[in-house]
């Protein structure tokens, strides 16, 4: 991993680490609305669910060595994978708080 040139992709880390968080807790969101959870308890699937990067590292990783990705783009989606894993529990807190409070 090379954090050179990160700066010149910041954009690229911001908007990618957006869709990560929001794009996985939809997915947790909605099944669990589907198989009959409360709001409250789809929101912490939901949040619960972004912080599974160990998939996306395998599949950078696969993509850097076939040579599918740049190793300056790599990086930059490293720091994605990183931001949203450390994200997910805080988040995942926050909401664990609000739901005691309402019960």
Same mark, same amino acid.
Do not use: C, D
């Given at each position: 991993?090379?954090? %050179?040139?990160?700066?010149?992709?910041?954009?690229?880390?911001?908007?990618?680490?957006?869709? *990560?968080?929001? %794009?996985?807790?939809?997915?947790?969101?909605?099944?669990?609305?589907?198989?009959?959870f409360n709001p409250m308890?789809?929101?912490?699937?939901?949040?619960?669910?972004? %912080?599974?990067?160990?998939? *996306?590292?395998?599949?950078?990783?696969?993509?850097l060595e076939t040579g599918?990705?740049?190793?300056?783009?790599?990086?930059?989606?490293?720091?994605?994978?990183?931001?949203?894993?450390?994200?997910?529990?805080?988040?995942?807190?926050?909401?664990?708080?609000?739901?005691?409070?309402?019960?």
């Amino acid at each position: 991993l090379t954090l %050179s040139g990160l700066s010149s992709h910041l954009w690229l880390i911001v908007a990618f680490t957006f869709l *990560a968080i929001i %794009s996985k807790f939809i997915g947790g969101y909605l099944g669990a609305r589907m198989n009959g959870f409360n709001p409250m308890s789809s929101s912490i699937i939901g949040t619960s669910m972004e %912080s599974r990067g160990e998939m *996306a590292l395998i599949l950078l990783s696969l993509g850097l060595e076939t040579g599918s990705i740049q190793s300056e783009i790599y990086g930059a989606l490293v720091i994605v994978i990183i931001a949203s894993t450390i994200i997910a529990p805080i988040m995942l807190r926050a909401l664990i708080v609000k739901s005691r409070e309402k019960y």
